[in-house]
C-alpha cells in the first residue's frame, strides 16, 4: 500500500469558519509534510512532521495550524482564512530519516480549498 | 537555499514524438524525485532517482548528481502524457522536498 488518502477532496469555507484538513498513510512512514499550491506554480512546503513533532514550520502565518495526532494521522486545522489562502493543499509522506536514503516522497490527491 | 529550476517551462508535442525534460540544481541533493501531475492535481511519482539511470516503460531517468542535473525522457508520446512535470530535491542534511518550476506538456492527437 504505497497510499496516502486526504479528507476532504473539496471544501468550500467562510472567512469565519472553523475546518480541518485530514490525511492518512499506512505505510508507516515517519516525516509527513504539507504542502500549498497555487494555480500554475509549483507545491511549496508549509509544515514538516518528523517522528510526530513539528520540524519544520515554513513561516506559514498562524491561521494555519498542523497537528501529528500520531504517526498515521495529520492534521491541519483552518482558521479566519482570506480568499488568498484558496489552493490546492498537499499532504506527503516519506519514510528516510535526514540523512537516509528512502524511496522517496508520496503524495495524497489534495484538499481544494476555496475561501469565500 | 537550493534553487530548482526546469526547462522547458513549456513543451507542446505531436503524439509520437520524443522529448527531453531537465531539473537542474543549485546544491547537493539526498534524493531527487519526478512527478506528473494530473488536471486533478495528483502528483504520480515517476521515478525516485538521487543518481544513475533508471527506465520504465516510454520514460526513463538519468540524474548526474555530481553535475547537479536530471533528465526525465518522454519516447512515443501519448495524449495521456499531457500534464506538469516537476522534479523535486531533498537536500542534504534536511527533511525538506524543493519542487522545481514545472514543464507544462501538451500531446496533441
Known amino acids: 500500500d504505497t497510499e496516502v488518502t486526504q479528507t476532504p477532496k473539496h471544501l468550500v469555507m467562510g472567512m469565519t469558519n472553523k475546518k480541518s484538513l485530514k490525511c492518512e498513510q499506512h505505510?508507516?512512514?515517519?516525516?509527513m509534510y504539507w504542502y500549498k499550491q497555487k494555480a500554475k506554480k509549483p507545491p511549496e512546503l508549509m509544515f514538516v512532521y518528523s517522528y510526530e513533532k513539528l520540524s519544520i514550520n515554513e513561516s506559514v502565518p498562524s491561521r494555519f495550524s498542523p497537528e501529528c495526532p500520531n504517526s498515521s494521522l495529520l492534521n491541519l486545522h483552518l482558521h479566519a482564512l482570506q480568499p488568498e489562502d484558496s489552493a490546492l493543499y498537499l499532504c506527503?509522506?516519506?519514510?528516510?530519516?535526514?540523512?537516509?536514503?528512502?524511496?522517496?516522497?508520496?503524495f495524497g490527491q489534495g484538499t481544494r480549498l476555496t475561501v469565500v | 537555499g537550493i534553487q530548482v529550476e526546469q526547462s522547458p517551462p513549456d513543451l507542446i508535442l505531436q503524439e509520437g514524438a520524443n522529448s527531453t525534460l531537465r531539473c537542474n540544481f543549485s546544491?547537493?541533493?539526498?534524493?531527487l524525485q519526478w512527478f506528473h501531475q494530473n488536471p486533478w492535481g495528483q502528483l504520480i511519482n515517476l521515478f525516485y532517482?538521487?543518481?544513475g539511470t533508471k527506465q520504465n516503460g516510454r520514460l526513463s531517468a538519468t540524474t548526474v548528481a555530481t553535475e547537479r542535473y536530471s533528465l526525465l525522457y518522454i519516447s512515443s508520446s501519448q495524449t495521456t502524457d499531457s500534464g506538469v512535470y516537476f522534479c523535486a530535491v531533498r537536500p542534504s542534511g534536511t527533511y525538506k522536498y524543493i519542487f522545481g518550476t514545472g514543464t507544462r506538456l501538451k500531446v496533441l492527437a
Open positions: 505505510m508507516g512512514h515517519r516525516a
Open positions: 546544491d547537493s541533493v539526498n534524493n
Open positions: 506527503a509522506s516519506s519514510q528516510e530519516g535526514r540523512n537516509s536514503a528512502g524511496q522517496g516522497a508520496f
Open positions: 532517482i538521487p543518481s
